[in-house]
T-cell receptor
């Protein structure tokens, strides 16, 4: 597996502001992913972040709202822009280590928007 | 597209009871199948996996068998413990691990 850390672990933000979430992995990985878990619900893939190329967004998610950076093979950021209470969720990053189809997840960032 | 259907929870059991959480899927091709577990206040952990038909994944007393004929991957444990209380997610992945599709999750509560 991999050791994956996220910062911050939680935050409370005002509507209209933006928050950047960091994801750090202890080994180099090609594929990193960002998911959203809304309260009491399952996980939904936001985008795939590959180093050296633009992120690929899933239907319903756009770059202006969720810009992603992937500057190297161990790090990525997700920004939640112009937040509203509907953005209150847990945001998780995950990685595929290239040795199978499974993904390993970070501990998540719990975001509350007031 | 791909989809995963899980039995709704919460499921409440007494300690040492037998557990089954049903999971069925719809996918093109031959996906890999997973069970993830989320303990209270924690992130997702991979519990077990199976990558082809008739494979059995197992870990920590939990088992699930990849049944292609019934497109199912039911999670079982012979004797649950209070420490198994968590939310369990069934998921599938296309080959290459590019995208995980999750079920809605099933909350398990185990009582003494």
């Amino acid at each position: 597996s991999a050791v994956i850390s996220q910062k911050p672990s939680r935050d409370i933000c005002q509507r209209g502001t933006s928050l950047t979430i960091q994801c750090q992995v202890d080994s180099q990985v090609t594929m990193m992913f960002w998911y959203r878990q809304q309260p009491g619900q399952s996980l939904t893939l936001i985008a795939t972040a590959n180093q050296g190329s633009e992120a690929t967004y899933e239907s319903g998610f756009v770059i202006d709202k969720f810009p992603i950076s992937r500057p190297n093979l161990t790090f990525s950021t997700l920004t939640v822009s112009n937040m509203s209470p509907e953005d209150s969720s847990i945001y998780l990053c995950s990685v595929n280590l290239g040795r199978g189809d499974e993904q390993f997840f970070g501990p998540g960032t719990r975001l509350t928007v007031l | 597209g791909n989809s995963v259907t899980q039995m709704e929870g919460p499921v409440t059991l007494s300690e040492e009871a037998f557990l089954t959480i049903n999971c069925t899927y719809t996918a093109t091709g031959y996906p890999s199948l997973f069970w993830y577990v989320q303990y209270p206040g924690e992130g997702l952990q991979l519990l077990l996996k199976a990558t082809k038909a008739d494979d059995k994944g197992s870990n920590k007393g939990f088992e699930a068998t990849y049944r292609k004929e019934t497109t199912s991957f039911h999670l079982e444990k012979g004797s649950v413990q209070v420490s198994d209380s968590a939310v369990y997610f069934c998921a599938l992945s296309d080959k290459g691990g590019n995208k995980l599709t999750f079920g809605t999750g099933t909350q398990l509560k185990v009582e003494l």
